[in-house]
């Protein structure tokens, strides 16, 4: 008879258990599998012209920031701001990746925010993207200048994100690099 009495308190016990661990864990670090793997392969026209490439290749050589973003990304206009701003704090240049859009629209959103990449890669079908491990976007990883993906934000990059760990990543490697 006391087992029916033992039985429901240990499940609850248990769950109580479970729900408290997961009220520690933080739904917004998603690891990635490719941290400090080498930048996945890809060969994309840029946003400006079909006729000139982007390459993994050009990511070589200095720190670089990729940031994967959309026109119709209303969280990518929200982190915009800090983008222009991490790359003028920190000399890194950034390099775009639009994810599944459209020239007209990448274009004129551009137009209309102000432009902070040294070159946009147009990934219309989203292949690199995916590629990448992009699950929404924006995303943002910061590549070494080996070709080295080193941190990845998921989601809009904030002014705590940028402050507490995104700028000291990059100014990190960069200081490495020299």
């Not at 408290?20 to 026209?45: C, I, M, N």
């Not at 998921?154 to 000291?168: H, S």
Request: proline share 6%.
């Amino acid at each position: 008879m006391r087992w029916r009495l033992i039985v429901p308190v240990v499940v609850v016990m248990m769950l109580i258990v479970l729900l408290g661990y997961g009220l520690t864990r933080r739904p917004d670090v998603l690891p990635s599998a490719l941290l400090d793997k080498p930048a996945p392969e890809f060969d994309l026209p840029t946003l400006a012209s079909d006729r000139e490439r982007i390459r993994t290749a050009d990511l070589k050589g200095e720190v670089t920031m990729v940031n994967v973003w959309a026109s119709w990304c209303v969280a990518c206009r929200a982190e915009h701001a800090l983008i222009t701003e991490i790359s003028r704090r920190t000399g890194v240049p950034v390099v775009g990746l639009n994810y599944k859009d459209t020239k007209e629209g990448a274009l004129r959103w551009l137009g209309r925010y102000g432009n902070p990449f040294a070159v946009v890669a147009f990934d219309q079908r989203g292949d690199v993207g995916i590629d990448w491990g992009v699950a929404a976007v924006p995303e943002t990883f910061v590549v070494d200048e080996e070709g080295v993906i080193r941190y990845k934000v998921v989601g809009a990059i904030t002014r705590e994100e940028m402050n507490e760990n995104l700028v000291p990543t990059l100014e990190q490697l960069k200081a490495s690099d020299s």
